[in-house]
């Protein structure tokens, strides 16, 4: 195993790349996340138009309730995906790192 330098390793184009194309995802899926997330109870806390019934005796409190689940799974999976879009980056940033080293 190789000995790295992290400031060494942070400085360079390679990794300010993968820095800058993981924060592109990051930050905007977050964002959403708490947006989506804490949009519920502050809707439900000082405004009414949610208890409105959507289908049949369901409300539309509960649809977004119902909505909250499934966006959970779906940016997890996406995260998931994207993911293993890093690591393989990471495994490339690391190989040639290794090769400079030699």
Known sequence: MY????KQI???PS???FLKQKRAFIVPS???FF???FSLPVLTSYFTFLNAPAIGAVSWAWLFAIAQFAMTWILST???????H???YVSA???DLKGEQT
């Open 3 to 6: 000995k790295a330098d992290y």
């Open 10 to 12: 942070a400085a360079t």
């Open 15 to 17: 990794f300010q790349a």
């Open 30 to 32: 977050a964002i959403f």
């Open 35 to 37: 947006v989506f997330y």
């Open 78 to 84: 996406v995260y998931s995906r994207r993911a293993a």
């Open 86 to 88: 890093f690591d393989k």
């Open 93 to 95: 940033l690391k190989e």
